[in-house]
């Protein structure tokens, strides 16, 4: 089952790659929730993020990709809009830090990371949605997630 899940992620991000970007919409289903998602995985994706942002629309995020997996630990730096970060494992939600809200110094040092402690958190894939959709949605730790793409032609 885990080997399946790799597969289909990584057939996931092979289609990302190399579909042209107006006739794909990614998704993550979470439970019954339908997440459609912007997706980071270059380290320059990665590391601006959601940096920058006013808002989000309903029922949108990004997806940080990491393949192989491993630890990582994420900020708000330049962030301006609270944030849920769910840190998946495999196919599964292993944490969520929820509400977390923008780091407003100029000063990366004085950013706290998700989570604190070394080396981070081991994962596949993070996804940032608006803060507090996970709480009002029902999303919690152990929930299954798919990823899903709609192609357009």
Same mark, same amino acid.
């Given at each position: 089952?885990?080997?399946?899940?790799?597969? !289909?992620?990584?057939? @996931?991000?092979? !289609?990302?790659?190399?579909?042209?970007?107006?006739?794909?919409?990614? #998704?993550?289903?979470?439970?019954?929730? !339908?997440?459609?998602?912007?997706?980071?995985?270059?380290?320059?994706?990665?590391?601006?993020? @959601?940096?920058?942002?006013? #808002? !989000?629309?309903?029922?949108?995020?990004?997806?940080?990709?990491?393949?192989?997996?491993?630890?990582?630990?994420?900020?708000?730096?330049?962030?301006? %809009?609270?944030?849920?970060?769910?840190?998946?494992?495999?196919?599964? %939600?292993?944490?969520?830090?929820?509400?977390?809200?923008?780091?407003? #110094?100029?000063?990366?040092?004085?950013?706290?990371?998700?989570?604190?402690?070394?080396?981070? %958190?081991?994962?596949?894939?993070?996804?940032?949605?608006?803060?507090?959709?996970?709480? #009002?949605?029902?999303?919690?730790?152990?929930?299954?997630?798919?990823?899903?793409?709609?192609?357009?032609?």
């Amino acid at each position: 089952m885990v080997l399946r899940q790799f597969v !289909l992620q990584t057939i @996931l991000l092979m !289609l990302i790659l190399v579909t042209p970007v107006w006739s794909t919409m990614p #998704s993550a289903r979470i439970g019954n929730n !339908l997440v459609k998602l912007e997706v980071a995985t270059t380290p320059e994706q990665i590391e601006r993020g @959601l940096m920058y942002r006013t #808002s !989000l629309a309903p029922d949108s995020g990004m997806v940080f990709i990491f393949h192989p997996a491993r630890p990582v630990k994420f900020w708000m730096y330049h962030t301006l %809009i609270p944030l849920d970060m769910c840190f998946v494992y495999q196919g599964r %939600i292993v944490k969520i830090f929820e509400n977390v809200q923008p780091c407003h #110094s100029e000063d990366p040092r004085q950013c706290p990371t998700y989570p604190q402690e070394d080396p981070g %958190i081991n994962v596949t894939e993070v996804i940032e949605v608006a803060g507090g959709y996970a709480k #009002s949605h029902g999303i919690k730790e152990g929930d299954k997630v798919t990823y899903e793409l709609d192609i357009k032609q």
